[in-house]
């Protein structure tokens, strides 16, 4: 019994000491620990919070501000400032008020033309919603397929009404989709072109590589201004030459569709050199075996093309033309300077209207039609996306 109650006050002094000395040399450890973590965390925050809040009153703020101008109008007076709410007053002047033929345009039945158009853009989303149930696509994708068709078909329908019907006009919401289209079109053609030629063993290749980057390098502004220049056939070093070909007294910009070829041209001709530069990077980083095998096979260059080299371009075509796509939408310098926006409204793009009613004071249509701009962008951008997602998906 003595020994056993030896034993048993022998081990508790014996092991509690022992725990309070572990937790008393693990305490200023752990504090330290805390105190370290808390720092870092507390300095992130620090050095982050400034940035967040730069960001935060340069993005969102504008956009809250420029939303609640899309619906309300803004006077100044000599007392300050008038702002008065109009709900979606604005949106429908563009619509259906007094501002819709010059947003959408002159609208009449259309002619056989115009409906051959529609009912071939129809049998196009019919067949790309019928191919995507065979792949199986799923609900989210399917829906935005849909949704592309849906408007492809309206855009269509509205430009065979403005464009092939007796009396009918392009508004500015039709003539920015033809810059866009049109011109990003051209530009990845006249890109892949030159890149693919400049890739051969040509004598001078390397001074044209040169060459064909320089209209990048000149501001929109000199661009507009030297096509203003080129447009006018009374004056420039050109005059001998549009004199000779009987183009003296012709200018350019008095016709609705020589006025949009000219800044269709122009456009073409600034940034035709973004999409040569970026395919080009893409051509001679390609894998060189692959098509000297398909050649060693018995492929010919049209072959090794369309299945190698078309596809490897995929993604990187994929991006660059998303980005061109987003700035096409923003075209403004060139319709304004080379035509200020005429004869009339034939080359007035979206963004160049809501200029105009900005310069006039008319601050809330002019922020609705940044906000249409807004989701058209992010419609068109979404879906493009989306469509071409798994193409891209299946090349890499």
């Not at 937790?23 to 752990?30: F, G, K, M, S």
Request: aromatic fraction near 10%; glycine fraction near 10%; charge should be positive.
């Amino acid at each position: 019994m003595g020994s056993s109650d030896k034993a048993g006050t022998l081990d508790v002094p014996a092991s509690a000491p022992l725990e309070s000395g572990l937790d008393a040399a693990r305490r200023p450890r752990r504090l330290a620990a805390l105190r370290t973590f808390g720092g870092d965390r507390s300095a992130r925050h620090v050095f982050l919070l400034p940035a967040i809040l730069v960001v935060l009153f340069l993005s969102i703020f504008p956009l809250v501000v420029s939303l609640y101008l899309s619906v309300s109008d803004l006077d100044f007076t000599p007392n300050g400032i008038e702002v008065r709410f109009l709900g979606l007053n604005n949106y429908l002047s563009l619509f259906t008020g007094s501002e819709r033929t010059h947003f959408l345009g002159v609208l009449n039945p259309p002619s056989l033309i115009g409906w051959a158009l529609v009912i071939a853009a129809s049998l196009l989303v019919a067949w790309v919603v019928a191919g995507s149930l065979r792949a199986g696509v799923g609900r989210l994708g399917l829906a935005l397929r849909a949704f592309g068709g849906a408007l492809l078909i309206g855009l269509v329908w509205l430009f065979a009404q403005a464009m092939f019907s007796t009396g009918g006009r392009l508004g500015t919401l039709l003539v920015t989709l033809t810059y866009v289209f049109v011109g990003l079109s051209v530009q990845y053609l006249l890109g892949l072109c030159l890149a693919m030629l400049v890739t051969e063993r040509l004598p001078g290749r390397r001074f044209f590589r040169v060459v064909f980057l320089l209209p990048m390098m000149i501001t929109p502004v000199g661009v507009a201004y030297m096509f203003r220049m080129l447009t006018d056939t009374g004056k420039g070093p050109f005059v001998p030459v549009f004199a000779a070909l009987g183009l003296g007294d012709f200018t350019w910009v008095n016709d609705p569709w020589g006025a949009r070829i000219a800044v269709l041209i122009g456009d073409i001709w600034q940034w035709t050199p973004f999409m040569f530069i970026v395919l080009l990077a893409a051509l001679e980083g390609q894998d060189v075996e692959t098509t000297e095998s398909a050649l060693v096979d018995g492929a010919n260059r049209w072959q090794v093309f369309l299945h190698i080299t078309l596809p490897a371009l995929l993604p990187v075509s994929t991006t660059i033309i998303l980005i061109r796509m987003i700035e096409a939408f923003k075209i403004i310098d060139l319709p304004n300077i080379l035509t200020n926006g005429g004869p009339g409204t034939a080359t007035e793009s979206i963004t160049l209207q809501a200029f105009f009613d900005w310069r006039t004071l008319n601050l809330g249509r002019s922020a609705a039609l940044a906000y249409i701009l807004l989701i058209i962008v992010t419609v068109f951008a979404t879906v493009y996306v989306n469509v071409l997602r798994p193409r891209v998906a299946r090349a890499t």
